[in-house]
């Protein structure tokens, strides 16, 4: 059974950092395509950030492009979210999601396992 579980969410003022994990269990990891997306109430799920199988490209939505950071550990089955500059638009639930196609794509259709999701809250 895939397991996908999102952890360091929170409360943190406009400009300041979180940094989200996602530990994976069930599958093989170094065989998937990791990303972040986030849905803010009364909104579409949208794209944040995804890595390729070894690492070596990553993608962003233009939003979080210089603020956000996406890496993986194959050795831990562990993709991360390094989040800076935060403001109030950032604020959603953020899910983790894996995706067995070779390249980073870019919708939720094309990611096949998905974790519960963590909350991040920006206050101004």
């Known amino acids: 059974q895939v397991q996908l579980v999102e952890s360091g969410g929170g409360l943190v003022q406009a400009g300041g950092s979180l940094r989200l994990s996602c530990a994976a269990s069930?599958?093989?990891?170094?065989?998937?395509?990791m990303g972040w997306f986030r849905q803010a109430p009364g909104k579409e799920r949208e794209f944040v950030a995804g890595?390729?199988?070894?690492?070596?490209?990553?993608r962003y939505v233009n939003s979080v492009k210089d603020r956000f950071t996406i890496s993986r550990d194959n050795g831990k089955a562990a993709v991360y979210l390094l989040m800076n500059s935060l403001n109030p638009e950032d604020t959603a639930v953020y899910f983790c999601?894996?995706?067995?196609?070779?390249?980073?794509?870019?919708?939720?259709?094309?990611?096949?396992?998905w974790g519960q999701g963590t909350q991040v809250t920006v206050s101004s």
């Open positions: 999601a894996a995706s067995v196609l070779p390249m980073v794509p870019i919708t939720t259709q094309t990611y096949h396992y």
């Open positions: 069930g599958l093989s990891f170094s065989d998937n395509v």
């Open positions: 890595i390729s199988r070894s690492g070596d490209s990553t």
